[in-house]
């Protein structure tokens, strides 16, 4: 089946730092992969997303490339804001048959930035 | 604001009770899907409903059932509660299925069972 492995966390950086947070999957097919992330007393919202091999999904500064190679879509930015401070989840589906709703989560990383 | 609306946002029971979680969607949208988040467990997809046909199973106990009403509102019935049905369940909606991956997420209901 389907799985997501987030680096684990917490991680904590202080405000302009770079930052990556790793995610590596292992799917059947050909899976769309998506980073979502969780503000405080918030629901997960969709930060950026890649449908094929190489593409690189971008927002709000966060970016994330598609590498099948090594089955890997992690999450970088250059300089992070105190306001990112949040829960960051890698996801996956694989289109088609019974993928439906069935996004596949990673188990969450926890990014803490001081000022 | 997802403009997908969860109520109640806080519960607390005791074991061996039944609990009602509803959720209404983002206007337009026929899907709704349910998804359980823990500590130990994470995000768990556990059910969706797509124009009020159940769609897709995942996770989901024998003691929870959900249904989609004809105004596409959802409701997730939790039964026989056990202390480990504690959770933060959210429902998330989208337009039609999720072959985009794009879901849309409502600020959660938080279940403590005592």
């Known amino acids: 089946g389907n799985s997501v492995t987030q680096m684990e966390g917490p991680v904590t950086l202080s405000e302009e730092a770079f930052l990556t947070i790793n995610c590596t999957y292992t799917a059947t097919g050909y899976p769309s992969l998506f980073w979502y992330v969780q503000y405080p007393g918030e629901g997960l919202q969709l930060l950026l997303k890649a449908t094929k091999a190489d593409d690189k999904g971008s927002n709000k500064g966060f970016e994330a490339t598609y590498r099948k190679e090594t089955t890997s879509f992690h999450l970088e930015k250059g300089s992070v804001q105190v306001s990112d401070s949040a829960v960051y989840f890698c996801a996956l589906i694989t289109p088609g048959g019974t993928s439906y709703g069935k996004l596949t989560f990673g188990q969450g990383t926890i990014l803490t930035v001081h000022p | 604001d997802s403009g997908v609306t969860q109520t109640p946002k806080h519960l607390i029971t005791a074991t061996g009770q039944r609990v009602t979680l509803r959720c209404s969607p983002r206007s337009g949208d026929l899907s709704v899907y349910w998804y359980q988040q823990s500590l130990d467990q994470g995000l768990q997809f556990l059910i969706q409903?797509?124009?009020?046909?159940?769609?897709a199973k995942g996770n989901i106990l024998e003691r929870f059932s959900a249904q989609q009403f004809p105004d596409l509102h959802s409701e997730l019935n939790l039964s026989s509660l056990e202390l480990g049905d504690s959770a933060l369940y959210f429902c998330?909606?989208?337009?039609?299925?999720?072959?985009?991956?794009?879901?849309?997420f409502g600020e959660g209901s938080r279940l403590t069972v005592l």
């Open positions: 998330a909606s989208s337009a039609r299925d999720t072959l985009t991956g794009e879901l849309f």
């Open positions: 409903y797509y124009n009020g046909e159940e769609r």
